[in-house]
C-alpha cells in the first residue's frame, strides 16, 4: 500500500500542456465504427470531422487536419483543453498508453527519474491510468 502510494508521488499529473494533442493531427488518431455512428447520432457536428473512417478531416479538402480541430487554448493561455472532452475519441481517452510514447511526445508529466527507470515508471502510470479509470 505504502509502495503505491509513494509510487504515485513520482509522476506529476497532467497539466494540460497539450504537446500531446499537438501530435495528433495528421492522422494520428483513429476512432472504431462504433464511435463513429455514435458521433453521427448524437454528435454530428463531430461526425462532420470523420471520413471513411478517418479522424480529424477537413470535409473542404478531404485531408487530415494538420492539428486537432478541437483542441483549445484557455483564456489566461498557458493551458489548453479538449472542446469535445466527454464525447473524446477512446484513442485519446486511453492517453498515455506507455512511457515510450509520453518521452516521444515531451509529456510534462514525467519527472527525470521516470527517464532514468522506464520499467518502474510505466508501473506506475498503469496505476495513474487504472485510478482515473475509477472515476
Ligand atoms: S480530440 Fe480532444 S483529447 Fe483528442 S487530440 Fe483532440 S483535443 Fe486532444
Ligand atoms: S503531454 Fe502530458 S502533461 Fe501535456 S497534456 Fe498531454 S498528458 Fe498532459
Not at 464525447?87 to 519527472?111: A, K, N, S, T
Not at 527525470?112 to 508501473?123: I, T, W, Y
Amino acid at each position: 500500500m505504502v509502495a503505491v502510494c509513494y509510487s504515485l508521488l513520482l509522476m506529476k499529473d497532467c497539466n494540460s500542456c497539450g504537446k500531446c494533442c499537438d501530435t495528433a493531427g495528421d492522422g494520428g488518431l483513429s476512432a472504431s465504427a462504433d464511435e463513429i455512428d455514435w458521433w453521427e447520432t448524437y454528435r454530428p457536428d463531430i461526425a462532420r470531422f470523420a471520413s471513411d473512417g478517418r479522424i480529424w478531416v477537413d470535409p473542404a479538402t478531404d485531408e487530415y487536419f494538420a492539428r486537432c480541430p478541437w483542441l483549445r487554448q484557455s483564456p489566461c493561455g498557458s493551458k489548453t483543453f479538449c472542446e469535445i472532452y466527454d464525447d473524446r475519441p477512446e484513442d485519446c481517452r486511453h492517453y498515455p498508453v506507455d512511457i515510450e510514447q509520453m518521452i516521444r511526445h515531451d509529456c510534462e508529466m514525467l519527472e527525470p527519474r521516470d527517464l532514468q527507470n522506464s520499467r518502474r515508471a510505466q508501473q506506475r502510470l498503469e496505476v495513474l491510468m487504472a485510478l482515473n479509470r475509477e472515476h
